[in-house]
């Protein structure tokens, strides 16, 4: 079987890693607006709205955590990103069947905020699908100094394609707008 | 060789982290022009009353047991600003809104308005600090301006005539209805292309 070299699982475990930190502490700095999202993707009674939009970032910065402690072996880490990207897609999916468009991500990060749409489920996709070729068997060589410089360079450029990416979709509606308004 | 090799790739990595940065950077400077550029001042999005037109006359309950007047002749303009608990632009703009108040106080009530499940709304105008705005709960004022995105508002002047509206999403495009009131035109697009 196909085996993924090691520095590849690094670099896309300090990745996530990254998003999930970036992303939990722009939600509890703003937790106002974060539990306004929870509460317009209304797929929560309210009495767990609150609880959730706490929760969420907290297993964010739990998960990055479990990515970055064991980032070699672990599988606590990769299980819990899986589950929680689950969650999060499938709250997006839920809402865009409704053709409820108004809601924003609530994703938090570097980015701007970008309102629901398929391009984001397809981000999300695609990081499912890293986190899932990190559980293909990899060959246990021993790491070199040089195979650092790899990790990190690869991970802050997956990191940053990532931001870039959904900064394009947050653009896209407001390029729509504009060609509208022309 | 080795070395030069070593050397090589650590340069490239640096230069393509700074290149993802710049990308970024510059995907965001996009996304902030196209913001700028777009909408030029609040943009209208469909029919209801438009400028010109006399007001729908209401007399609606406040939280808080105060009657509030809109659309009848009155000392004051009247700026109904229509937002909702679960719409987080509404939250940030309510700052902005007070603001706008405070500094048109002479001239202008400011009232806000929602619909839906009131025990819900009175949650949010406790938590949101909004006993000093009147705050009214009703669908039909919704349904009669034809409102169909939030945050949104309508300024109505003091024979009870519709001055401006449009959908609201900075302080910009707050202003954008004052001044179009001020320019005679409904909005600040239709005073765009009128004068191109």
Known sequence: ?182 | MTQALTISVIFLWVVIIGLAIAIFALARQIGILYERVAPMGALILDDGPSAGEQAPIFNLAAIGGDRVNIGSPSEKGELIFFISPTCPVCKKLIPILRMLRDKERESLNVILASDGDELRQKKFYEKARLQDFPYVISTDLGMSFKVSKLPYAVLIDEKGIVRSKGLINNREQLESLLMAKDLEVESIQEYLQSSS
């Open chain 1, 1 to 182: 079987m196909f085996a993924l070299d090691l520095t590849f699982i690094y670099a896309i475990k300090l990745a996530i890693a990254l998003v999930f930190i970036v992303g939990a502490i722009q939600k509890l700095k703003d937790i106002d607006t974060f539990q306004a999202t929870v509460e317009a993707y209304d797929l929560l009674p309210q009495f767990l709205v609150t609880g959730f939009s706490i929760a969420l970032p907290v297993v964010e910065l739990v998960t990055a955590c479990f990515l970055l402690v064991d980032l070699s072996q672990g599988l606590y880490g990769l299980i819990l990103a899986i589950l929680v990207l689950s969650v999060t897609t499938t709250g997006i999916i839920v809402n865009l069947l409704r053709g409820n468009l108004d809601v924003s991500c609530g994703c938090g990060g570097l980015e701007d905020e970008a309102p629901l749409s398929w391009g984001l489920v397809a981000r999300n996709l695609i990081i499912l699908a890293m986190l899932l070729s990190c559980f293909s068997p990899s060959d246990l060589r021993s790491l070199a100094l040089f195979d650092t410089l790899t990790i990190i360079g690869g991970s802050l450029s997956v990191y940053f394609l990532y931001t870039v990416t959904s900064q394009l979709i947050a653009n896209h509606p407001r390029l729509v707008k504009l060609r509208e308004s022309l």
